[in-house]
């Protein structure tokens, strides 16, 4: 039993040995191509404070998030679908009467489409005293389709770079051997990592009435291919 067994292993080894030599006795031609884009982010989202020290206790939490989610929806913006709360907080500030009172405190999230909104939503909240706004980061909404587009280009560019070096040769291009995606990735912008960037709804020396130009930064996309044509 363990000289058949042994007989088996021998056979399985031999025939895998043939296969291999059979593939490198083939002609090959190895490419690899790369795609890419850079794409403008459709998801903007917007890290929104607001505070009841920022009136010095002069107006309470709930009234601030009432007017607040007016004012977003004067702007048509859907706060049931594109604000989001990420906590609530208290802090404690001590008066000269030596009382301490509760300052409440909530944060959110706003996700808006495109750089016209954000300075609507800017100039929107500073009419009504809120400014505490950060941008947190973009994102692309159709990546993953975006990525596939990609790699299929870079698949053609990988056999049209194949057919470009065979043609002097008076040779073809034939059946794909062995393919491979080697990176298919994208470089998403954060803002609060490394590079926080404050954006308040009236700057220095411009009035509230003047649009806000604000360029966000391109998401750049990959797609990189390896690929093995046989040579007919």
Do not use: C, H, W
């Not at 990525?147 to 056999?159: F, G, M, P, V, Y």
């Not at 995606?181 to 009435?209: C, F, H, T, W």
């Not at 130009?213 to 990189?224: G, L, P, R, T």
């Amino acid at each position: 039993m363990k000289k058949f067994t042994f007989l088996i292993l021998i056979l399985i080894g031999i025939s895998s040995f043939a296969q291999q030599k059979n593939f490198i006795d083939l002609p090959y031609l190895e490419t690899s191509a790369k795609a890419d884009t850079l794409v403008i982010p459709d998801k903007i989202y917007l890290n929104i404070t607001i505070n009841e020290e920022d009136t010095k206790g002069r107006t309470s939490l709930e009234e601030l998030e009432n007017k607040m989610n007016n004012k977003l929806k004067s702007l048509g913006i859907d706060t049931k679908k594109q604000l989001f709360l990420n906590d609530f907080s208290s802090s404690y500030k001590k008066y000269f009467l030596r009382k301490k009172d509760v300052l409440k405190s909530k944060n959110y999230t706003l996700i808006v489409r495109d750089a016209k909104k954000v300075g609507d939503v800017l100039l929107g909240l500073e009419e009504i005293n809120i400014s505490n706004i950060f941008l947190e980061k973009t994102e692309y909404s159709k990546m993953e389709e975006l990525k596939l587009a990609l790699i299929s280009k870079a698949t053609l560019n990988a056999k049209k770079q194949a057919e470009a070096m065979l043609k002097p040769l008076g040779q073809k291009v034939g059946n794909v051997i062995y393919i491979s995606n080697l990176d298919n990735g994208y470089s998403p912008v954060n803002y609060l990592q490394g590079r926080a960037m404050g954006l308040m709804a009236k700057a220095e020396g411009i009035e509230s009435s003047t649009p806000i130009d604000i360029n966000f930064e391109k998401i750049s996309v990959s797609a990189n291919i390896k690929a093995t044509f046989k040579i007919d």
